[in-house]
């Protein structure tokens, strides 16, 4: 079983910053498409963004692109979703997925396309 460990929530106020990571063993993450999802209460859970393999190519849902940018550092294994100017409506529990990929520049958004998630970190934004 593959482990992600995700970082980085907790509760802010509307317009703070904050900026998750996800480290993922090595092997799986250089070959794995990187992305993030999160689950509100009462909600299913929905794709936030994902960042190839390559980390050429991202892909954001609509109501975050312009405020959450991710990022990867391939030789820490380790993958960033930078939160800017959080909304009350950005609260949920934010999972870290991987999907392994051939092709460098493919960024999945399905949930089933993924093969393996964190457990999840808690980011609460405050009115």
């Known amino acids: 079983q593959v482990q992600l460990v995700e970082s980085g929530g907790g509760s802010v106020q509307t317009g703070d910053s904050l900026r998750l990571s996800c480290t993922a063993p090595?092997?799986?993450?250089?070959?794995?498409?990187m992305g993030w999802f999160r689950q509100a209460p009462g909600k299913e859970r929905e794709f936030v963004s994902t960042?190839?393999?390559?980390?050429?190519?991202?892909d954001y849902t609509d109501s975050v692109r312009g405020r959450f940018y991710s990022s990867r550092d391939n030789a820490k294994s380790t993958v960033y979703l930078q939160m800017n100017s959080l909304k009350p409506e950005d609260t949920a529990v934010y999972y870290c997925a991987a999907k392994r990929e051939i092709n460098l520049h493919s960024t999945p958004s399905a949930k089933s396309a993924y093969d393996y998630y964190g457990q999840g970190t808690q980011v609460t934004v405050s009115p």
């Open positions: 960042i190839s393999r390559s980390g050429a190519v991202t």
């Open positions: 090595g092997g799986t993450f250089s070959i794995s498409a």
